[in-house]
């Protein structure tokens, strides 16, 4: 079977069986090259800058999937930000020719690539990251009509998802978690995990910043907002702690 021009991919790195990126599902996982944001939790620090080349050549990753027909049931693509790159839509469509299964991790800065792919696509990992107005203070810009606009997207096509919040001492979304959810909840979300920030892996700046967390405190707000999460209604709820 022919690879087409998603060889324009530029891709990170490559995980071949991985039983954590879409829930319940055995998948292959793709990292690709770059995002926009600049998140201070971010733990993939050292493949957010667009210009540094892919490592993994598209051809491989097809190949892996031929090998694995019928063992693994589909690919996650992730980043960086999966969506920043146009060539995803044609290995996509690789994917989805060889039968299977396609997943996507999203931040949400690109709504009308998203729009454009959704039909293609069997499962969003979906971050919102705050209320739209606290976006500048996570990711440095103020674009979070974007990433609720991907909400939106999500929702309206009726796609399988999860949409994630992850939260640290002091950050946005832990302050304002309560209404958070109750957006979140006013849109029709129905699967949601929370998710505990982790300094490990982060970028200088924040691994400095969570030298100053008091840890024993957090550790009663985490569990404050997992509780809120688990009695907010929602059909399926996750809580990934650190």
Request: hydrophobic share 40%; aromatic share 8%; proline share 4%.
């Amino acid at each position: 079977m022919s690879v087409s021009v998603a060889t324009d991919l530029s891709i990170a790195g490559h995980v071949p069986l991985s039983t954590v990126d879409w829930p319940g599902k055995l998948v292959s996982t793709v990292f690709l090259q770059g995002c926009p944001w600049a998140c201070g939790y971010c733990q993939n620090t050292e493949i957010l800058d667009p210009k540094t080349p892919g490592v993994v050549h598209w051809g491989d990753v097809v190949k892996h999937l031929d090998n694995r027909r019928g063992l693994l049931d589909g690919v996650v693509f992730t980043g960086g930000e999966a969506l920043r790159q146009e060539a995803l839509g044609h290995a996509i469509d690789d994917v989805k020719a060889r039968g299977f299964l396609v997943g996507v991790h999203t931040a949400g800065p690109y709504p009308s690539r998203l729009e454009r792919f959704i039909d293609r696509i069997d499962w969003v990992g979906l971050d919102i990251k705050a209320l739209v107005g606290d976006y500048r203070s996570v990711v440095g810009y103020d674009q979070g009509a974007r990433s609720w606009k991907c909400l939106d997207i999500v929702l309206e096509s009726g796609v399988d998802y999860e949409i994630r919040t992850t939260v640290h001492p002091g950050s946005p979304a832990a302050v304002q978690f309560p209404e958070l959810l109750s957006r979140l909840k006013e849109k029709g979300v129905t699967s949601f995990a929370l998710q505990e920030a982790r300094a490990i892996g982060t970028s200088e700046t924040f691994q400095r910043e969570a030298q100053a967390w008091d840890l024993k405190e957090w550790s009663k707000e985490f569990a404050g907002l997992a509780e809120l999460a688990t009695t907010a209604g929602f059909n399926s709820v996750e809580i990934r702690a650190a």
